[in-house]
């Protein structure tokens, strides 16, 4: 006859013996984690030699996983930099070229105290501004390059006065209203602008193109001395602009000049400066000496 399918334990010693040391470990197991819980509140320090050794024991996976981690702010940090380098590019090349304007503009002053010593035995300083407003509009698109101020007759604006950004020079004013005036930008046909090359000199107009750009036409026809990449400054000759403001960078030699790119955009201007006209210095009256007869 086939034993039973649910045969208890009491039929089988070995069942039961299996039985009896799983029970006692669990209880010894038991009672071992509660002396230990209670000598670890007793007596912290008892177990000190064992976190220690546990801990050496774990430190190179700690290790690992930190490294891990470090790697991971790496790679984090690498894509985070990788969407921020367009944003980053154009700030860099926004400052590169306010340094560059910059460096012209020493340039060109120290040109022009220079021949005046050499002349006149005279230094200028630059006055303060008449006002700093917004630039609250301009056109792009037409044949007439006119631009808007938010300053007038209140802020003591006047027709004539000229306008300019950190950039260089953008044009002058053109008519003045209580609280806004109309400016003629250096990029209109109207505008012709006395200037030299910051270099060493070379004097030419600047004339308005219409298209967003100049053309500079120099004084003395002859062998054509421009080259692409010179800079042009106001020379302050006629009054009106002061010497030394940037104008802008020779892009195409022709004939007898330049075709030129405006260094101050109206577009990306947006505050300016108002300063008042440019009034020459005339020389000092040569008394003459009467012969001594």
Request: hydrophobic letters at 40%.
């Amino acid at each position: 006859m086939a034993p039973p399918a649910n045969r208890r334990s009491g039929f089988s010693r070995r069942a039961q013996y299996t039985m009896f040391i799983s029970y006692f470990a669990g209880v010894a197991g038991v009672l071992l984690g509660v002396v230990l819980l209670v000598v670890s509140f007793v007596q912290p320090e008892a177990f000190s030699g064992l976190r220690n050794v546990a801990a050496d024991v774990t430190e190179p996976a700690g290790h690992a996983t930190s490294t891990a981690r470090a790697k991971g702010k790496d790679v984090f940090g690498t894509i985070s930099g990788f969407f921020k380098a367009g944003s980053e590019h154009a700030r860099l090349e926004r400052e590169l070229a306010v340094a560059k304007v910059r460096l012209v503009e020493a340039t060109a002053i120290q040109l022009e105290n220079r021949r005046l010593k050499g002349l006149l035995g005279l230094s200028q300083q630059a006055p303060r501004p008449i006002v700093v407003t917004r630039l609250t509009s301009s056109t792009a698109a037409s044949t007439r390059r006119i631009a808007t101020l938010a300053s007038g007759e209140n802020d003591r604006v006047r027709k004539g006065m000229p306008v300019r950004s950190e950039m260089g020079l953008l044009g002058r004013v053109l008519d003045v209203g209580r609280s806004s005036s109309r400016v003629l930008l250096v990029t209109d046909t109207e505008s012709l602008v006395p200037v030299r090359r910051a270099t060493d000199g070379v004097p030419a107009f600047a004339q308005g193109s219409g298209d967003g750009g100049i053309r500079i036409k120099l004084i003395n026809l002859g062998l054509n001395p421009l080259h692409k990449g010179d800079v042009f400054v106001t020379s302050g000759s006629g009054g009106l602009y002061r010497p030394g403001a940037p104008m802008a960078i020779v892009r195409e030699v022709t004939r007898d000049g330049a075709m030129a790119q405006v260094l101050a955009n109206p577009s990306d201007a947006d505050y300016v400066i108002v300063d008042d006209t440019f009034a020459p210095t005339p020389p000092p009256a040569i008394t003459p000496v009467p012969d001594s007869q």
